[in-house]
């Protein structure tokens, strides 16, 4: 199992940058696969990034693509979710989720693809 325990958000204007972090705990962190979703007031939760658990592959959401920019740092048992030219409309709770991927396969989209979850944090784009 991992546990994951995203931090990061805050109140920013639009424009502005914000980094999520997510730690992970678990000796075996580097076999997950990781994502980030978020869930805008009133909305289903999205999908918004992926990162195969090498760090080589990424997927991103065509509304964040661009601007948003997943990573991770095996060493320190994080992975990040950069965020640029932040419009309100990415106004939401962003949740950190993990799989557990053996292979290096392609980047999983799907709610449902990811059985761990952390407890979210809340980015406010606001002017």
């Known amino acids: ?4 325990v995203e931090s990061g958000g805050g109140l920013v204007q639009p424009g502005d940058s914000l980094r999520l972090s997510c730690q992970a705990s ?14 805008a007031p009133g909305k289903e939760r999205e999908f918004v990034a992926a990162i195969t658990k090498s760090g080589r592959n990424t997927d991103y959401v065509d509304s ?42 392609a980047p999983k989209s799907g709610i449902y693809d990811y059985p761990y979850w952390g407890q979210g944090t809340q980015v406010t784009v606001s002017s």
């Open 64 to 105: 964040v693509k661009g601007r948003f920019t997943i990573s991770r740092d095996n060493a320190k048992n994080t992975v990040y979710l950069q965020m640029n030219s932040l419009k309100f409309e990415d106004t939401a709770v962003y949740y950190c989720a993990a799989k557990f991927s053996p292979v290096d396969v």
């Open 26 to 39: 678990g000796r075996t962190y580097t076999t997950y696969a990781m994502a980030w979703f978020r869930r």
């Open 1 to 4: 199992q991992v546990q994951l």
